[in-house]
T-cell receptor
C-alpha cells in the first residue's frame, strides 16, 4: 500500500535556527512529490514539485530535496512568519487518476 | 487567491441533515478533486472528476456523492450527516486529469451538531 510518513509531527525553532523536515514514502512508482504549506483554517499552498532522485528546488528560505526513499524540506534561518503546517504528498504512477496521497504534516512553530 | 472558489466557507448543520458544498475550479482546469481533512486523519482523497466524468474514487462514504457540471463546477453532497463528518472539505483543480499543477481552494468548514 502506498504510504507517506512525515517527521517530526511538531517542531519548535527559535528565529534563525535552521532545521529540516522529513518525508519518507513507500509507493509502487513515483510520478512526483509535492510540498505544501498550510496555515490554520486555510487551503494548502503549493511550494514545490520534485520528480526524480537528486532533484532540488529552492524558494526564499526553503529548499526541497528528493532521494529514492525520502524528501527533505530544509528551512534556513526561519522567521516567525514561516510558522505553519508543512505537508508532503505523492502522486503515483499507474492508472489515469491524479489523486495525491498526503502525509499528516509537520507543524512548525518559529519563536522570535 | 488561488483561483479555486469554494462556497460556503462555513456550514453548521444538525445530524441527519443533507448539505451541498460547491467548488468552481481555476479557469482552464478540467479536473476537480475533493478532499476531507479531519484533525486526526489529515487530508484524505474522496473523489476526482475530469471534464464531467468520474475519474477516481478514494475513501468516499456511500452517504456522500459528487458531480461535475458542464460549466466544470462541482458539487459534493453529504447526506445523513453524523458528528464524525465534521471536518474541513477542500476542493482542488488541475488542468489535466493526472494531477499536475494542483491548486487548492480555501475550504468549507462543516460542523455537524
Amino acid at each position: 500500500e502506498d504510504q507517506v510518513t512525515q517527521s517530526p509531527e511538531a517542531l519548535r525553532l527559535q528565529e534563525g535556527e535552521s532545521s529540516s523536515l522529513n518525508c519518507s514514502y513507500t509507493v509502487s512508482g513515483l510520478r512526483g512529490l509535492f510540498w505544501y504549506r498550510q496555515d490554520p483554517g486555510k487551503g494548502p499552498e503549493f511550494l514545490f514539485t520534485l520528480y526524480s532522485a537528486g532533484e532540488e528546488k529552492e524558494k526564499e528560505r526553503l529548499k526541497a530535496t528528493l532521494t529514492k526513499k525520502e524528501s527533505f524540506l530544509h528551512i534556513t534561518a526561519p522567521k516567525p512568519e514561516d510558522s505553519a503546517t508543512y505537508l508532503c504528498a505523492v502522486l503515483t504512477i499507474g492508472g489515469s487518476q491524479g489523486n495525491l496521497i498526503f502525509g499528516k504534516g509537520t507543524k512548525l512553530s518559529v519563536k522570535p | 487567491d488561488s483561483g479555486v472558489t469554494q462556497t460556503p466557507k462555513h456550514l453548521i448543520t444538525a445530524t441527519g441533515q443533507r448539505v451541498t458544498l460547491r467548488c468552481s475550479p481555476r479557469s482552464g482546469d478540467l479536473s476537480v478533486y475533493w478532499y476531507q481533512q479531519s484533525l486526526d486523519q489529515g487530508l484524505q482523497f474522496l473523489i476526482q472528476y475530469y471534464n464531467g466524468e468520474e475519474r477516481a474514487k478514494g475513501n468516499i462514504l456511500e452517504r456522500f456523492s459528487a458531480q461535475q457540471f458542464p460549466d466544470l463546477h462541482s458539487e459534493l453532497n453529504l447526506s445523513s450527516l453524523e458528528l464524525g463528518d465534521s471536518a474541513l472539505y477542500f476542493c482542488a483543480s488541475s488542468v489535466g486529469g493526472s494531477g499536475d499543477g494542483y491548486t487548492f481552494g480555501s475550504g468549507t468548514r462543516l460542523t455537524v451538531v
